[in-house]
């Protein structure tokens, strides 16, 4: 085929994916204009639930709604007259939509137990997500289609969603119960409309949706996500021998009826093309990071495991990572499977990682199966990881329950099992373990009024607890007691100037298994929301004497002094075309001076598919208690930190994504002493020196996306790292920054194609 035809049949092609959607007689166009939208369900009924007050909405909102054997067909009719302005920008594929939007949350089983959130701004940005009980996530990505369209009074959604884009029971009666939710944000009065009068702080959210029964369509899908990338590490540091790479795999997805999911991978695309954002942690925990890779985020929401500590059961960036180097590791293989029926859920999946040199790549599984009597939920997990290099093998089990004892009153909570075994080698520097613990959380939520909100929650974590070899912990060896108490205001006067506000006080008393205290704390909100969309933030927090028996690496128990913080943070109206968040906070950890920083973070809608966005922060510490490695002590600092970023984000069409991404973060650390600690656990001045330090991180990232079809995507990613460490501490903001990105450690070019079939 010659070049000519070859660029023929590509444009042909091309062209057929950028017609609009049809489905039968119903085109996906953002017009309702099909004689099908005349005669179906209609909602109309919206009531005002940002602020909270059960009114009726300010502006009529429609939205009807059809199934048939191609799916959910939702159609929203948005009054808007032009005196109220309409913001309308574009947003990257799961993106926060700062704009106007529709959304529509649904049930696909009425059990209250899963849930999906399908939103599409009004310039048909689109976002989703999934629900498992109290655990909300936005990685889940499901193939569903959308567009807007608007006139002199008017916007307008279609919506269409397959049968096929989540698991859902059989009833074998040809019958399906499901519950639906819908709502309409208007952006720039700060106003949500919903349908049923159902909100997220409530407890009985899930139970409140609108109860529907449609005609059970069996349907089955057979996908295959073939991928292919080239990888350039453009380091001069790099052989030659290593400098490119290419990959390629296959990702198959296999429905044989609605409630059961295969999903399988030779080779998986554990590619990733969102960069993570860039963090310098001092302290004695390890960062979260989020995971984006295509395999983990699909059909997740069963095995979502997010505790209400933010400890997460199943951590799967775990997976494909070097024990021993912490470097990427590739994956041979991974399967996962779900099944979803009346009253019972089932899940496992499994991951083997390539040989590592002359060592053997590790081996994951991870299974989970819940049940659901009337207002009962009861469920278990289990968690297994083999890591040959470490010889170290570790299993988590969880026994988890939810119920929902009345309207006002839900109970929640886990028993968790650890069991971990490793041998001592030259390569984990470890003697023999054989470590077996367990852990358990309480949680209460008592919620009388849509004013009051109140939780109380309990926990105990055994000396030997640990799941972090396929979960995510921060420590162990603790027991914790939290409460919070939220009175909400959402009805003011007519000339007063605030839509609502809240009062939030949090506290908590956490000791570990000796009993010695930790800390004692108490934490104080206040936030408004104005009319003009303008929010406010008040924090005030203090906390006991105590002590710290992690700052110090396992080298004693730090008498921590008593401490004490504050923070006021004030974002101007959203809907305008600049617009911006600043935060002044202050804090002393127990020093005698205090420290305080100041945040920075402007936005600027050039159009509305152009974004920039920046962020600037300075934060001044006079008495900075952290661990010294190089001379194994704590030592005080006088130090500066710095922290710059910048965003800019083009959108050219609905398929078409630009985005240049930078981070940079610096510090300056001057030392005022080193330390040891005396028999009392106080600080006592040190003979070993402590050296100042000065370090610089920056992470730059340019991203093209498009999208041919729904989860089929072509990338182009260059991406940019450096690193600036030095024994001066006054290096000053110009030269780390330069220094920063000059170190260059890591720099790469990636092009990438994934496609369903």
């Not at 590490?233 to 044989?256: I, K």
């Not at 960062?287 to 209400?308: C, D, G, H, I, M």
């Amino acid at each position: 085929m010659s070049k000519a035809n070859y660029r023929y049949l590509l444009l042909v092609s091309l062209s057929y994916l950028m017609v609009p959607a049809v489905y039968g007689a119903i085109t996906i166009d953002g017009v309702l204009d099909e004689p099908e939208w005349a005669n179906t369900r209609v909602y109309t009924d919206f009531v005002t639930v940002e602020p909270l007050t059960s009114d009726p909405a300010k502006y009529a909102t429609e939205v009807r709604m059809i199934t048939n054997k191609e799916g959910i067909f939702i159609g929203f009719i948005n009054y808007q007259p032009a005196s109220v302005k309409r913001v309308n920008r574009r947003f990257a594929r799961d993106a926060e939509i700062n704009g106007d939007r529709n959304v529509v949350m649904i049930d696909f089983d009425g059990t209250a137990e899963t849930a999906y959130d399908f939103t599409v701004g009004s310039a048909n940005s689109r976002r989703d997500s999934s629900m498992g009980g109290s655990t909300y996530s936005n990685d889940w990505d499901g193939t569903w289609y959308s567009q807007t369209s608007s006139d002199a009074d008017y916007w307008y959604s279609e919506i269409h969603i397959p049968w096929t884009v989540a698991p859902m029971s059989d009833t074998g009666d040809g019958i399906k119960n499901m519950a639906v939710w819908f709502s309409r944000v208007v952006f720039n009065e700060s106003l949500r409309f919903a349908f049923p009068n159902a909100y997220y702080t409530r407890n009985t959210f899930l139970e409140d949706w609108h109860s529907i029964e449609v005609e059970q369509v069996k349907a089955s899908t057979l996908d295959w996500f073939p991928y292919l990338s080239y990888s350039k590490d453009l380091n001069n540091g790099v052989a030659e021998s290593a400098a490119s790479d290419f990959n390629g795999g296959l990702d198959v997805v296999w429905r044989p009826n609605s409630n059961t999911q295969l999903t399988g991978a030779i080779k998986p695309d554990f590619g990733q093309v969102e960069s993570d954002d860039l963090v310098v942690n001092f302290t004695a925990f390890e960062t979260y990071v989020a995971e984006k890779r295509p395999f983990f985020t699909e059909n997740q929401s069963l095995f979502a495991s997010l505790l209400p500590n933010e400890d997460n059961i199943l951590y799967t960036r775990r997976i494909g990572s070097d024990p021993l180097s912490g470097g990427l590791v590739d994956i041979n293989a991974a399967a996962k499977i779900t099944y979803f029926d009346e009253g019972l859920n089932l899940g496992l999946f499994m991951v083997s990682e390539e040989n590592i040199g002359d060592s053997q790549g590790g081996d994951f599984l991870s299974s989970r199966i819940q049940g659901k009597f009337n207002n009962l939920s009861l469920g278990h997990r289990l968690t297994y990881a083999d890591r040959p290099a470490i010889d170290r093998e570790a299993m988590v089990q969880v026994i988890d329950m939810d119920w929902r004892k009345t309207d006002e009153v839900r109970i929640n909570g886990q028993v968790l099992f650890s069991d971990v075994q490793q041998q001592a080698n030259i390569n984990n520097g470890q003697s023999d373990i054989d470590d077996q613990d367990y852990a358990g959380w309480l949680k209460l939520s008592y919620s009388p009024s849509d004013t009051w909100l109140q939780e109380l929650y309990v926990s105990h974590y055994g000396d030997q607890f640990d799941m972090n070899d396929l979960g995510f912990m921060k420590r162990n060896d603790f027991n914790e007691f939290y409460g919070s108490t939220r009175y909400n205001i959402s009805s003011y006067k007519p000339e007063s100037a605030t839509l609502s506000s809240y009062n939030k006080l949090e506290y908590g008393y956490t000791e570990n298994n000796d009993g010695d205290r930790l800390w004692l704390w108490a934490d104080f909100e206040h936030e408004r929301v104005f009319k003009s969309s303008r929010k406010v933030s008040l924090h005030l927090g203090l906390k006991s004497s105590g002590w710290d028996d992690r700052i110090t690496r396992s080298n004693g128990d730090y008498a921590q002094p008593a401490q004490y913080w504050g923070s006021f943070l004030y974002l101007s109206p959203r809907g305008n075309d600049y617009s911006y968040k600043t935060k002044i906070s202050f804090e002393n950890d127990g020093t005698d001076k205090l420290s305080a920083s100041l945040k920075f973070m402007p936005k600027i809608y050039l159009t509305e598919t152009v974004t920039l966005g920046a962020g600037i922060s300075y934060k001044y510490y006079q008495e900075w208690l952290i661990w010294d490695f190089s001379a194994e002590q704590l030592a005080v600092y006088e130090a500066d930190s710095y922290e710059g970023g910048f965003r800019f984000d083009w959108y050219p069409s609905n398929r078409q994504e630009v985005r240049l991404k930078f981070q940079w973060v610096g510090i300056d650390a001057r030392v005022i002493d080193g330390y040891q600690l005396d028999s009392a656990g106080r600080l006592l001045s040190s003979a070993t020196p402590s050296s100042d330090f000065s370090v610089s991180d920056t992470a730059f990232q340019i991203r093209y996306r498009y999208q041919l079809a729904p989860l089929s995507d072509i990338f182009l990613v260059y991406s940019r790292g450096g690193y600036y460490g030095s024994d001066d501490g006054d290096e000053g903001p110009g030269t780390l920054f330069d220094e920063g990105w000059s170190g260059v450690r890591v720099e790469s070019l990636i092009a990438k194609i994934r496609y369903r079939f």
